[in-house]
């Protein structure tokens, strides 16, 4: 079972950068899709950006642009890099692993983002 950490979170004033990390356990990480998702307090969860294993990235159209996912297999850890922040981008954020019908989820960091 792969075992997911995130960091990075933390309070940023609007049109700030975060970068994020999600730290895997196990070096078979280098086949997952990993997925950033976020859910902010009465919304349901949403895919903010993923990343294949043959690096191919796909990003909500409302982070395109500012966003940037990315991945170091040889750290077993996927980056989300968030630049010119919102508050509308304040929320918990979650990594995902998934691969062969398998699905991991990170505890989530918090992301919050003052006006």
């Known amino acids: 079972q792969v075992q997911l950490a995130e960091s990075g979170g933390g309070l940023v004033q609007a049109g700030g950068s975060l970068r994020l990390s999600c730290a895997a356990s196990?070096?078979?990480?280098?086949?997952?899709?990993i997925s950033w998702h976020r859910q902010a307090p009465g919304k349901e969860r949403e895919l903010v950006a993923s990343?294949?294993?043959?690096?191919?990235?796909n990003y909500a159209d409302s982070v395109k642009g500012r966003f940037t996912i990315s991945r170091a297999n040889a750290k077993n850890t996927v980056y989300l890099q968030m630049n010119s922040l919102k508050p509308e981008d304040t929320a918990a954020y979650y990594c995902?692993?998934?691969?062969?019908?398998?699905?991991?989820w990170g505890q989530g960091t918090q992301v919050t983002v003052s006006s």
């Open positions: 995902r692993a998934l691969w062969a019908g398998n699905s991991y």
């Open positions: 196990d070096s078979i990480f280098r086949f997952y899709t």
């Open positions: 990343i294949t294993s043959g690096g191919i990235t």
